[in-house]
């Protein structure tokens, strides 16, 4: 860039680099660029750093970029959340606990997960504890259950709380997305593809049931998330498990 092209780096370029970094698990590699930057990063570049540590679940430098968020006084609360499910994902429950609290302490709230879709011109939301859910549970079972017997495993890594380990899939059953394709399976016509939208990052372990899922009964599966769309088709999506 700047030999050849005469462009001087911006933070965003120093984001992207560590971010690229980071995504192929050289997590000093990306520290060292954030250390010796012209100028001092901001929270994109930390936050690149901190999501790849959450992906590699290598707590030890988390635990250093969220020190250096911290202090540059975020009013975010994901990258609280993110090494808060680091700490759980570790087995370190109080660690974890400790984080959300300093979390709200500070009044900074995560918004709950919802996903929403579209069926004959009615918007139907889904998110833990909705009444909908209740009325689709039988037909998410036993499409769970079926799923299991094609060979499906629930990531219970994703199940970022301290309870037993049946509780843990039944938590990973009952998130929002996984709702709302188990009712678009149920009421859309099999040759249509089901649209999601989903207010936050799909999850690791709702991303592989969503390629499962669309190898298994043979549907194409759009989902919008936080970060980007999703096309799943017989058993593979277009992020290339990148996201």
Same mark, same amino acid.
């Given at each position: 860039?700047?030999?050849? +092209? /005469?462009?001087?780096? !911006? ?11 980071? #995504?192929?698990?050289?997590? !000093? ?8 930057? $012209? /100028? ?10 901190? *999501?790849?540590?959450?992906? +590699?679940? *290598?707590?030890?430098v988390a635990e250093q970029t969220a020190f250096h968020i911290f202090n540059l006084k975020s009013d975010t609360a994901g ?7 680091? +700490? ?5 429950? =109080? ?16 918004? $709950?997960? !919802?996903?929403?879709? =579209? ?13 909908? !859910?209740?009325?689709?549970? =039988?037909?998410?079972?036993?499409? @769970? ?9 629930p990531d219970k890594s994703f199940a970022l709380q301290d309870v037993g380990e049946e509780e843990k899939k039944q938590i990973?059953?009952? &998130? ?12 859309? $016509?099999?040759?249509? $593809? ?6 936050? #990052?799909? @999850?690791?372990?709702? &991303?592989?049931?969503?390629? /499962? /899922? ?5 549907? =194409? ?8 769309? &999703? &096309? ?9 498990? +990148?996201?």
């Amino acid at each position: 860039m700047i030999n050849e +092209y /005469f462009i001087t780096p !911006q933070m965003e370029h120093y984001a992207c680099m560590v971010d690229l970094l980071g #995504r192929a698990g050289l997590l !000093q590699e990306a520290s060292e660029i954030v250390k010796t930057m $012209p /100028f001092e990063p901001n929270t994109c570049v930390w936050g690149a750093l901190l *999501n790849s540590c959450k992906m +590699y679940r *290598n707590t030890e430098v988390a635990e250093q970029t969220a020190f250096h968020i911290f202090n540059l006084k975020s009013d975010t609360a994901g990258s609280y959340m993110l090494l808060s499910n680091l +700490y759980a994902a570790d087995g370190r429950w =109080e660690d974890s606990a400790k984080v959300r609290m300093l979390a709200k302490s500070k009044g900074l709230k995560k918004s $709950p997960g !919802q996903s929403w879709i =579209e069926v004959q011109k009615k918007v139907y939301m889904f998110s833990a504890g909705s009444t909908l !859910q209740e009325e689709f549970h =039988e037909i998410l079972k036993d499409l @769970c259950f079926q799923m299991e017997n094609e060979g499906y495993t629930p990531d219970k890594s994703f199940a970022l709380q301290d309870v037993g380990e049946e509780e843990k899939k039944q938590i990973l059953y009952g &998130h929002s997305e996984k709702l709302a394709i188990a009712f678009g399976h149920a009421n859309i $016509p099999m040759g249509m $593809p089901i649209r999601v939208m989903k207010n936050l #990052r799909v @999850c690791g372990d709702c &991303h592989n049931w969503t390629k /499962f /899922f669309s190898r298994m009964t043979k549907r =194409e599966v759009i989902v919008r998330d936080g970060r980007r769309f &999703h &096309h799943f088709k017989e058993g593979s999506c277009s992020c290339k498990d +990148y996201w």
